[in-house]
C-alpha cells in the first residue's frame, strides 16, 4: 500500500491490497476499499462507504456523505461503489435516506467532474455521467446509460439502458432504453444510433426500436394502444420485449 502520511484514516477502515491514499484525504469509520484502489488527495470518503477494486477516485471527491433531505434524521445508511469505477473531481455521492439503505454505484462507471448522484440512486454498469449533471434522489440509471453534461434529472426519474441524453437537458420523465433525448423538457430525439452500433445491435435491431419509437411517439395512440400495435407490426426480439416492459412498467411517464 501506498499511504500518505498526511492522509487521515479511521482505524476501523478496511483497506485492500495495493491501495493508494493521497495527502490530506480523510477516510471514516466503517469504510472498504477494493484492492487496486487509487484515492488522490484532498478526498473524503464517509462511514460505511464501500468502493470496489481498481477504482480511482480523484481530487476533492465526496463519497458517503449525508442525504440533502430537510429534517434528516441520521441513521445507518451506505454508498456502494463497483469494481473499476471513476470518480473525477469534486465529484459527490450520498448515502441513502432510508435506514441501512444503499445508494449504488456499478461497475465500470466513469463520474466526471462536479457530478452529483444524491441519495438512493442506482447507477448500474458502464454508466458515463458527465460534468456538473445532477442525479436527485432515487433515480435508476440502467447499464451503459451514457448522460452528458449540465443535465438535470428529476427525482424517482429511470433512465433506460444504452440510452444518451443530450447536454443542458432537462429530464422529468423517464427515458426509454435505446433512446436519444434532449431538450428543456428533454423530448425522445431519435435512436441512439451512434451508441447502439457501438455496442454490436444489429442493423434488424436497430430498425425495429426505431419504428417501435415512431408508433409510441403517435400523437393518436395511447400508450396502450401504442404498445398492441407494437406488438402486431413488430418481431417480438428482446429488445422489443424490454421497451415494451419498460413502458409498461414507467411511473412518470416518459419523454417522447
Excluded at 454505484?105 to 447507477?123: E, K, Q, R, S, T
Amino acid at each position: 500500500m501506498n499511504i500518505s502520511k498526511n492522509a487521515t484514516i479511521d482505524p476501523s477502515a478496511v483497506l485492500g491490497d495495493n491501495v493508494t491514499v493521497g495527502p490530506y484525504t480523510t477516510i471514516g469509520p466503517d469504510v472498504h476499499i477494493g484492492a487496486g484502489t487509487v484515492v488522490g488527495p484532498n478526498a473524503l470518503i464517509e462511514k460505511g462507504t464501500v468502493i470496489g477494486e481498481n477504482c480511482r477516485i480523484y481530487h476533492g471527491a465526496s463519497l458517503g456523505g449525508d442525504p440533502q433531505i430537510v429534517g434528516f434524521k441520521d441513521v445507518p445508511s451506505f454508498v456502494h461503489i463497483g469494481n473499476g469505477t471513476t470518480i473525477r473531481e469534486f465529484v459527490t455521492v450520498q448515502r441513502s435516506g432510508h435506514e441501512n439503505g444503499i445508494t449504488k454505484i456499478g461497475n465500470h462507471c466513469m463520474l466526471m467532474n462536479y457530478a452529483h448522484v444524491a441519495h438512493d440512486c442506482d447507477i448500474g454498469n458502464h454508466v458515463i455521467v458527465v460534468n456538473s449533471t445532477g442525479l436527485a434522489g432515487h433515480i435508476v440509471v440502467e447499464d451503459y446509460a451514457f448522460i452528458s453534461g449540465f443535465v438535470a434529472v428529476h427525482q424517482f426519474v429511470r433512465i433506460g439502458t444504452n440510452s444518451m441524453i443530450q447536454g443542458m437537458s432537462g429530464i422529468n420523465q423517464d427515458v426509454l432504453p435505446y433512446a436519444l433525448v434532449g431538450g428543456w423538457p428533454a423530448k425522445l430525439v431519435s435512436l441512439n444510433s451512434v451508441g447502439l452500433r457501438r455496442r454490436s445491435f444489429s442493423p434488424q435491431v436497430r430498425t425495429a426500436i426505431k419504428t417501435a419509437f415512431k408508433i409510441l411517439k403517435n400523437a393518436d395512440l395511447n400508450t396502450s394502444q401504442a404498445i398492441e400495435k407494437i406488438k402486431s407490426e413488430i418481431e417480438m426480439t428482446d429488445e422489443i420485449r424490454y421497451l415494451i416492459d419498460f413502458v409498461k412498467n414507467s411511473k412518470r411517464g416518459f419523454s417522447k
